[in-house]
């Protein structure tokens, strides 16, 4: 199962809205109503922030939001802030289950 | 509150075993797919591992198969990781994580497995 492909890095500043792309096949993304995103700051373990493609876990900011067409999925974060500077990850099932190689987001 | 910790890491020569254990407490245990994530140092996450609720149903990566087996004891709330033929590319910060939403849910903070001779 090949990797799903995301950015290596996305950058915005304070206030702005980013959008971080997640693209697989139609045996994941396409097929399965399941692609997951992860935050991580370093030295943490990663934190969901996105489930089944466009819900939020309670607990996390409305200001993340997902979508997807066709065979790419899209984690927009609105209002940056300074502590949205993190690793993200997607995630697809595919009858087992494959992550995005991750984006590094910096806040400017 | 759901807490999960993982143990068991630690440095091994390649083409040894380790097991790790994954405790876990603040929730029905015997109610919950778990996983099995790894990071190596510095890259991105790699799905290991999967156990259904009741240990019925395993998958794994094509990474690991064969050589990993995931296991778990419901009567102790605990999940297993038993790791044979260790090799290189295997160093890494396991994770165990909890199933919910389709996803996963809850983490814990990892245990560093190295593989160095």
């Known amino acids: 199962q090949s990797a799903l492909t995301q950015p290596a890095s996305v950058s915005g500043s304070p206030g702005q809205s980013i959008t971080i792309s997640c693209t697989g096949t139609s045996r994941d993304v396409w097929t399965y109503n399941l692609v997951s995103w992860y935050q991580q700051h370093p030295g943490n373990a990663p934190e969901l922030i996105i489930y089944?493609?466009?819900k939020r876990p309670s607990g996390i900011s409305s200001r993340f939001s997902g979508s997807k067409s066709g065979n790419t999925a899209s984690l927009t974060i609105s209002g940056l802030l300074a502590e949205d500077e993190a690793d993200y990850f997607c995630c697809s099932y595919a009858g087992t289950w494959v992550f995005g190689g991750g984006t590094r987001l910096t806040v400017l | 509150q759901v807490q999960l910790m993982e143990s068991g890491g630690g440095v091994v020569q390649p083409g040894r075993s380790l097991r790790l254990s994954c405790t876990t407490s603040g929730f029905t245990f015997s109610s919950y797919a778990m996983h099995w994530v790894r990071q190596p140092p510095g890259k991105g996450l790699e799905w290991v591992a999967f156990t259904s609720f009741d240990g019925s149903s395993k998958l794994y990566a094509d990474s690991v198969t064969g050589r990993f087996t995931i296991s778990r004891d419901n009567s102790k709330n605990t999940l297993y990781l038993q790791m044979n033929s260790l090799r290189g590319e295997d160093a890494a910060l396991y994770y165990c994580?909890?199933?919910?939403?389709?996803?996963?849910?809850?983490w814990g903070q990892g245990t560093l497995v190295t593989v160095s001779s």
């Open positions: 994580a909890r199933e919910k939403y389709n996803a996963y849910g809850d």
């Open positions: 089944e493609d466009n």
